[in-house]
């Protein structure tokens, strides 16, 4: 059992460092509270990078939102991230995930 919780832990993980390696605190985004249909629930900026709550769900804070929001249900709406894919402002782009040796994006910023 420990090893299947470490495992997804894990995954976590990478999903927010990935997460915040791309979207900065300040970056405006889309959110839904509910299921990930329709028209958003509202937008808002980043103000508290992503975390992992209660072992099981990588989420980020949004300015306007009560509580906190799954990362599964942002949607990046600064176009020259979710053009360009890159946050560091004028350094070479890196991978979502260090594996990624080509370069796909976070689905965040699909």
């Known amino acids: 059992?420990?090893?299947k919780r470490n495992k997804r832990i894990a995954s976590l993980t990478a999903e927010v460092d990935s997460f915040n390696a791309q979207v900065p605190v300040g970056t405006l985004v889309a959110?839904?509270?509910?299921?990930?249909a329709g028209e958003p629930?509202?937008?808002g900026k980043i103000h508290?990078?992503?975390t992992i709550i209660g072992n099981h769900?990588?989420?980020?804070?949004?300015?306007?939102c009560s509580g906190?929001?799954?990362?599964?249900?942002?949607?990046?709406?600064?176009?020259?991230l979710a053009q360009s894919g890159d946050t560091t402002s004028g350094t070479q782009q890196t991978?979502?995930?260090?594996?990624?040796?080509?370069g796909n994006r976070s689905?965040?910023?699909r």
């Open 48 to 50: 508290h990078a992503a």
């Open 57 to 64: 769900t990588a989420v980020t804070w949004i300015e306007g």
């Open 31 to 36: 959110y839904w509270r509910g299921a990930r």
């Open 95 to 102: 991978p979502a995930d260090p594996d990624d040796s080509a």
């Open 107 to 109: 689905p965040h910023l």
């Open 41 to 43: 629930s509202g937008r």
């Open 1 to 3: 059992m420990d090893r």
């Open 68 to 80: 906190a929001i799954a990362l599964t249900h942002v949607q990046v709406l600064d176009e020259s």
